[in-house]
């Protein structure tokens, strides 16, 4: 049982360039998330999908876009990459609003943006 | 704007001490608790939630609860060396669909 798999794990990009994250969870969840965390500033919620076809703005919004392709996956996409998106990225899933809440994490994404 | 405030440490404790972690947060709507550690370059996993005001033990592990003062905090018993990890307080509202962090603790148990 692979849970939430993240690629890629590691990933240097120049400024303006673009690249999508990929998330897949194989736990047949409704809700997915992506969180970035930066030192100091804790998880901030970036997009969340509370069910197949629908997503909504987290904290942090801005310079990024989101895709629920299906059920399974849940790609994050940095159109023109600054330095200020530097970051470790976690995808995040959970049964659905009405759960524990536990959320299960991939293992992340480290993106560094020169 | 809903905050969750924990102080960032470090925290260092003696092995075999309890080891005290806390979290105060602003919006009184907040319903849902919970406590995640995260091991150093590792992705963050839930140790505990809890929803009702009090004390919810789980082998080495309470988590304690008051609405009226807005605070929730950990104790860990018996402190462990692999206790030594960062960890994070997290708040929901009932239904709300996201959970909001503090930036968390780092917590070290010394041998």
């Known amino acids: 049982n692979a849970g939430v798999t993240q690629t890629p794990k590691f990933q240097v990009l120049k400024t303006g360039q673009s690249m999508t994250l990929q998330c897949a969870q194989d736990?047949?969840?409704?809700?997915m998330y992506w969180y970035r965390q930066d030192p100091g500033m804790g998880l901030r919620l970036i997009y969340y999908?509370?069910?197949?076809?629908?997503?909504d703005k987290g904290e942090v919004p801005n310079g990024y876009n989101v895709s629920r392709l299906n059920k399974r996956e849940f790609s994050l996409r940095l159109e023109s990459a600054a330095p200020s998106q530097t970051s470790v990225y976690f995808c995040?899933?959970?049964?659905?609003?009405?759960?524990?809440?536990?959320?299960?994490f991939g293992e992340g994404s480290r993106l560094t943006v020169l | 704007q809903k905050e969750v405030e924990q102080n960032s440490g470090p925290l260092s404790v003696p092995e075999g001490a309890i080891a005290s972690l806390n979290c105060t947060y602003s919006?009184?709507?907040?319903?849902?608790f919970f406590w995640y550690r995260q091991y150093s370059g590792k992705s963050p996993e839930l140790i505990m939630f809890?929803?009702?005001?009090g004390d919810k033990e789980d082998g080495r592990f309470t988590a304690q609860l008051n609405k009226a003062s807005q605070y929730v905090s950990l104790l860990i018993r018996d402190s462990q060396p692999s206790d030594s990890a960062t960890y994070l307080c997290?708040?929901?509202?009932?239904?709300?669909?996201?959970?909001?962090f503090g930036t968390g603790t780092r917590l070290t148990i010394i041998p």
């Open positions: 995040a899933s959970r049964r659905d609003s009405l759960s524990t809440g536990e959320l299960f």
């Open positions: 736990m047949n969840h409704n809700s």
């Open positions: 999908s509370a069910s197949e076809g629908t997503t």
């Open positions: 919006d009184r709507g907040s319903q849902s």
């Open positions: 809890i929803y009702s005001n």
């Open positions: 997290a708040v929901e509202d009932f239904g709300n669909e996201k959970l909001t």
